[in-house]
């Protein structure tokens, strides 16, 4: 099993859709100060749980990590963060050859998980 992508949308820096493809050998995210380095580390750990956003670069609240706006692009009301699992190994007890887990918060506060498109607790 390993992580095969990121996607993100409306997270922190992230206005636009990203889709991070993490192929065999080495990857490496490279950019100037301010590109969004750090944020590409933020997401996953949110993704997989991070409660403090203290921990996750934020703000007071965790609906702090919603991209906020900037002079040429609005705020947005909601950020999304998915991860892709390779499981071809079946390492994870699970059928399926790949595993997203998927987790969403609204501008309310109000988050949603989602392992394969299926909403979990």
Known sequence: ???????AHGFKSFADNITIEIKDGITGIVGPNGSGKSNVVDAIKWVLGEQSTKSLRGGNQMRDVIFGGSKDLEAMN????????????????????????KRVIYKTGEGEYFINNQKVR
């Open 1 to 7: 099993m390993y992580l095969k992508k990121i996607y």
């Open 78 to 101: 909601k950020a999304s963060v998915v991860l892709t699992f390779d499981n071809t190994d079946h390492y994870l007890n699970s059928e399926f050859p790949e595993i997203e887990v």
